[in-house]
């Protein structure tokens, strides 16, 4: 089995003027194409290894053999990641915060604002390329989180069970196109183009 590029569920323009096109171009046609295919390449070296799934490689990267286990990681790693980033965005004003997921948000952060001012600290305190992440823990309370580089929560035993219902990619080429060096401009017009409607359905809200 190989694994392919998963097609964008709108049009590269979709979610003008916060992420411009260009920027979507390449980040889904170079970047996501080329973790899929360096990735692909990896495996190709041990072939048993081919049968898994994305999810079982990346909850089982120590029993890989050593020499693919860190391109497994890091290939693997940024196509489930960019995979999981497509789908919890979409164009400006197409979903709303409903009330079943506004309501747990206040519960866990105090208010809506007050999550996206945790969120967007989290982004901006990442030092380097990763990602900031909204996730559901085991015990049902949310908490923000943040990786490095194409690191997820699948990678660690301690978090294999919770479950990321939104993410933003704060690598440099997800946003330096438009906003050069502004991380934070980037991260605040992230809320424009979140699918509220799948972060609820990823929740189980």
């Excluded at 979140?194 to 972060?199: C, G, M, T």
């Amino acid at each position: 089995m190989s694994f392919t590029l998963p097609a964008l569920p709108y049009d590269y323009n979709a979610l003008e003027p916060f992420i411009d096109e260009q920027t979507m171009r390449i980040h889904h046609t170079a970047h996501h194409q080329a973790y899929v295919n360096n990735l692909n390449a990896a495996l190709d070296k041990h072939p048993e290894n081919k049968e898994k799934d994305l999810k079982e490689l990346l909850q089982n990267l120590d029993k890989l053999p050593s020499d693919i286990k860190g391109a497994v990681r890091n290939n693997g790693g940024g196509h489930f990641n960019h995979d999981f980033f497509w789908k919890v965005l979409a164009p400006a004003e197409s979903t709303s915060l409903s009330s079943e997921l506004e309501n747990p948000l206040k519960e866990n952060f105090g208010s809506v604002d007050a999550f996206k001012e945790e969120f967007e600290k989290a982004a901006l305190g990442r030092f380097g390329s990763g990602w900031a992440w909204l996730v559901k823990k085991a015990d049902g309370s949310l908490k923000i989180e943040s990786t490095p580089n194409q690191d997820n929560y699948l990678m660690s035993a301690e978090t294999a069970n919770d479950t990321p219902i939104l993410g933003l990619d704060v690598w440099e080429h997800a946003y330096y196109l438009k906003y050069q060096n502004k991380r934070g401009e980037y991260a605040k017009a992230f809320w424009n183009v979140v699918n509220w409607d799948k972060v609820r359905e990823l929740g189980g809200f």
